[in-house]
Structure formats: C-alpha cells, structure tokens
C-alpha cells in the first residue's frame, strides 16, 4: 500500500533554533516530492523535488531528496515566528492521478 | 502560477442538506482536484475534476454523495450531499499549472463546512 510518511508529527523550539523535518515514502510509479507550508487553510506550495542528491533553496528554507532511501527533508535554519506551521509531504506518481499527503509535521516556534 | 478562489469560505448546514462549493482559477491549469481534510488530519484526494466528463473518484468516495462538475478549464463546483456531521471538513480546491521548470500544485484558501 503506498503511503508517505512524516516525523515528528510535532515540535516545539525556539526562535533561532535550526530544524529538520522528514518524509518518508513506499509509492509505486514515484515521480516526485513536494513540500507545503499549511497555515490556516490553504497549504503553501515550498519546493518540488525529483532528483536525488540536489538541494532546492529558498531563503532560510532547503530540501533534499534521497530516492535511494526513499526520503526528503526539510530544513529550516534560524526559525522564526512565522514559520509556525504544518509542513506537508505529499510525493506524486507518473500513473494515475493521486498526490498522496503524509500527516504533517506541526511546527511551533516559540519567541 | 494560478490563483485560486473558493466560495463559499465556510458554511453551517443543517444535516440531510447539499452545499455546492465553487472552485474559480485566474488561469488555465492542466488538471484540479478535490481534497478534504477533516479535523487533525492531513489532506485526502476526493476526486480529479474532468474537464467535460465525469471526475474520477479515489477509493472510499463516490459520485452520488460528491458530484463534481467542471465545465472548463477554470471552473469547477463539489457538492456535498445528503450531510452528515462526519462530512463536516475544510475542503480544498487544487489546480495543477506549469511551473518554471515542470509542474506546480495551487490550492484554493478553502470551504470550512460544518454539519450540525
């Protein structure tokens, strides 16, 4: 059964903190990883990964794919506020239609 | 990029009613979708929203109870129908649009429905 799986499903740190988020994933026909930034509602696209061993940069923001191991993640160094969110995986496949999320990783960052 | 607008932005129903919820691109994308995404969980595929033709269901949904439409490449409507508190959610419209290098994924700010 495909799935797509994400740890911690929770943390708490401080702002300035440096944090890593992981994703792992069992999906037949992969053909890449996203990442979102969920507040609110609406998720929040961050990166599209779908090659292994190349870093995508944004900001304070990384993400890294091994396809090897069959896992990303993300790094977020010196944390603020507003990064205070849930951070979703989500891989797609080159047949059919489906995105398939994992739970999210709740971030809190505290001041 | 795609910017993607939903009306209504939350709703409270009476349970045994439908709510039509409407999904609005600026531009043109490739494929939309429907999630849901129930209280603490994270978001589940409910159906592909085919452009002229019916949309295709994940397991454990089915056409009478989430008929969707999507008359054209920028439009599309899921109702929620016969409501039950269990269908109480926030639910997402999703469009796929060519991005810089392949493909990206947008969502609608969301419907929160809740079923009394």
């Known amino acids: 059964e495909d799935k797509v799986v994400q740890s911690p499903l929770s943390l708490v740190v401080h702002e300035g903190d440096t944090v890593t988020l992981n994703c792992s994933y069992e999906?037949?026909?992969?053909?890449?990883l996203l990442w979102y930034k969920q507040e609110k509602k609406a998720p929040t696209f961050l990166f599209m990964l779908?090659?292994?061993?190349i870093e995508k940069k944004s900001g304070r923001l990384s993400s890294i794919l091994d396809k090897k191991e069959l896992f990303s993640i993300l790094n977020i160094t010196a944390t603020q506020t507003g990064d205070s969110a849930v951070y979703l995986c989500?891989?797609?496949?080159?047949?059919?239609?489906?995105?398939?999320f994992g739970t999210g990783t709740s971030l809190t960052v505290i001041p | 990029s795609a910017v993607i607008s939903q009306k209504p932005s939350r709703d409270i129903c009476q349970r045994g009613t439908s709510l039509t919820i409407q999904c609005q691109v600026d531009?043109?994308?490739?494929?939309m979708f429907w999630y849901r995404q129930q209280p603490g969980q994270s978001l589940t595929l409910i159906a592909t929203?085919?452009?002229?033709?019916?949309?295709?269901?994940e397991s454990g949904f089915v056409i009478d109870k989430f008929p969707i439409s999507r008359p054209n490449l920028t439009f599309s409507t899921l109702t929620v129908s016969n409501m039950s508190p269990e269908d109480s959610s926030i639910y997402l419209c999703?469009?796929?649009?060519?991005?810089?290098?392949?493909?990206?994924?947008?969502f609608g700010p969301g419907t929160r429905l809740t079923v009394t």
């Open positions: 779908t090659s292994s061993g």
């Open positions: 999906v037949t026909n992969f053909r890449s």
């Open positions: 989500a891989v797609d496949r080159n047949t059919g239609n489906q995105f398939y």
């Open positions: 999703s469009g796929l649009a060519p991005g810089p290098l392949s493909y990206e994924q947008y």
């Open positions: 531009s043109q994308v490739t494929m």
């Open positions: 929203a085919n452009q002229g033709s019916e949309a295709t269901y």
